[in-house]
């Protein structure tokens, strides 16, 4: 056996193979293959990595967001509200998930102490908000509001479910509203762009507006550059007396002096001292100036010192205190205060206004520390609301037949205010244009068992008395017929209502072709 086996190997020792060339191609064809998967794979290994990458680093993010919040539970929220820019983490790390940060811009603009942060918690999985001052490490998981449980590299998509903020109790409750709305510009520079509607230049998420246009997308019309306070309402009622008229404070170069983006409104007194209507993220308020830190002026050369030389000042020290140093968040704690403040006032909702005008107001009041602060309550309501005295032809008419003369009203009818907005009603002269539904039958005026004289008229006489007018001008609703007449003044009925006879005798006359 073995020497069988030693024979077969010696044999085939011998022997020659030939390699089939189709072979050859067929392994190097399998080689090829497997080279072309690697780079298929590795290529989609770094498309992949690419998209990460720019996720991360907010590639693919708004790189500015115009922020909303609610400020029931947690007062100095609304004071956050306004545009913030995308902060990037830097440079990727592997293994690091660090997202984008959002940064309150006016925090950037201003020498405030403090900004708002918009940023991401890993332990939370949640996007959260805070505010920290310079002198604190910002913590994105010491949160004042933060969004549900999420994954989401995008913070606008976590607006679709509820974030939640704490209230005096500490318990956790709905923050609303809440919006969140990509601001970039698409057509950066470009005239006429869309985003302005049509009426101004996109730069840097701001409408730069054409005449006649405000905002930051150019959304009104040129605000309203005169306030007083309605007639119909009463004053502001406090321990000192507050200003009804308010204007607005234009610069040299003709750009208004705002907060939050609106106008500001002021009543500048012989001292120097002024009250002031501003704007203060979500609510309108009115203060004073020695409610105001630094008076509420900041000149030029204190400007430099403040800012480090970093802002160009604008030749107007109440202009320099609400460009660079004004923030609404002072209102609830620090050392600014203010006496009013208005019913909300939603940015991008039916509610949005660039001025105050017909806003309820309340008194400001300083209620209880949250564990986000110092709260600022709303007292009793005031009666109180401002309009715009200045008038126009269509858009601020005078009212009562009032005529409008460069800005000013010229009331007719005996109705007064500064857009004639009181009808003369209740004042014992009978008055045809307010005898109507709508002023009560001039709020009695015409009617002899409902008409009250007054020191101006005396009741049933034109002017002081001199000349008789009687009641022929007399209307009230059918069911409330309290004065009847055939000829003249002969045979009249009046102090109490006609019953159903004499309601009958009416319609008899009538017939007849008699006048009543």
């Given at each position: 056996m073995g020497k069988r086996c030693k024979l077969d190997a010696q044999i085939i020792g011998k022997q020659y193979y030939?390699?089939?060339?189709?072979?050859?191609?067929?392994?190097l064809r399998r080689s090829w293959k497997t080279v072309s998967l690697s780079m298929?794979?590795?290529?989609?290994f770094f498309g992949w990595l690419t998209i990460v990458i720019f996720q991360l680093t907010g590639k693919y993010l708004c790189d500015t967001i115009f922020v909303n919040m609610g400020d029931d539970f947690v007062a100095a929220l609304g004071t956050f509200n306004g545009l913030y820019d995308m902060v990037s983490p830097g440079v990727y790390v592997p293994?690091?998930?660090?997202?984008?940060?959002?940064l309150e811009r006016r925090s950037t603009e201003t020498v405030s102490s403090g900004r708002g942060m918009f940023g991401y918690c890993?332990?939370?999985s949640a996007w959260t908000f805070r505010w920290v001052f310079e002198d604190e490490e910002y913590d994105p998981c010491a949160w004042v509001a933060k969004s549900p449980e999420t994954d989401t590299f995008n913070i606008l998509e976590t607006v679709g479910d509820p974030w939640l903020v704490r209230d005096a109790t500490s318990r956790e409750v709905v923050l609303d509203p809440l919006r969140l709305i990509c601001f970039d510009c698409e057509n950066e520079g470009e005239e006429n762009s869309d985003e302005c509607g049509g009426?101004?230049?996109?730069?840097?998420?701001?409408?730069?507006?054409?005449?006649g246009w405000y905002g930051l997308r150019c959304e009104?019309?040129?605000?309203?550059?005169a306030l007083a306070i309605d007639a119909r309402t009463d004053d502001f009622a406090s321990t000192r007396d507050w200003a009804s008229d308010f204007e607005t404070v234009e610069l040299e170069n003709g750009e208004l002096v705002e907060a939050y983006h609106r106008p500001v409104y002021i009543h500048e007194y012989d001292n120097g001292e002024y009250d002031a209507v501003m704007f203060t993220g979500r609510r309108w308020a009115l203060t004073a100036s020695d409610f105001l830190p630094h008076g509420g002026k900041v000149s030029d050369d204190?400007?430099?010192?403040?800012?480090?030389?970093?802002?160009?000042?604008?030749?107007?020290?109440?202009?320099?205190?609400f460009k660079y140093v004004f923030h609404g968040y002072k209102g609830y704690f620090d050392d600014l205060s203010v006496a009013f403040l208005s019913d909300n006032m939603d940015a991008t909702t039916y509610q949005d206004s660039s001025s105050p005008v017909g806003f309820l107001w309340y008194r400001a009041e300083t209620a209880e520390r949250t564990p986000d602060g110092e709260n600022q309550a709303f007292g009793k309501q005031v009666d109180a609301e401002f309009l715009c005295r200045v008038c126009d032809g269509d858009a601020n008419p005078c009212l009562y037949d009032g005529i409008c003369n460069e800005g000013e009203c010229q009331c007719s009818t005996d109705s007064f205010g500064k857009l004639c907005e009181v009808p003369p009603v209740k004042n014992g002269h009978c008055d045809t244009f307010f005898n109507t539904p709508q002023f009560k039958y001039d709020g009695g005026d015409c009617c002899e068992n409902s008409?009250?004289?007054?020191?101006?008229?005396f009741c049933g006489a034109e002017e002081k008395g001199y000349v008789s007018r009687g009641y022929y001008s007399c209307h009230l609703p059918s069911e409330q017929w309290q004065h009847y007449s055939l000829d003249g003044d002969a045979g009249s009925y009046s102090g109490f209502a006609v019953d159903l006879a004499m309601r009958s005798l009416v319609v008899s006359e009538l017939l007849q072709g008699k006048s009543v």
């Open positions: 030939k390699v089939d060339p189709m072979s050859r191609a067929g392994c298929i794979l590795g290529l989609f293994f690091q998930e660090r997202r984008v940060q959002y890993n332990d939370l009426g101004g230049t996109c730069s840097n998420a701001v409408c730069e507006c054409e005449q009104f019309t040129t605000p309203c550059s204190e400007l430099g010192e403040l800012g480090g030389g970093a802002f160009p000042a604008v030749g107007d020290e109440i202009g320099n205190f008409c009250v004289s007054t020191p101006e008229y």
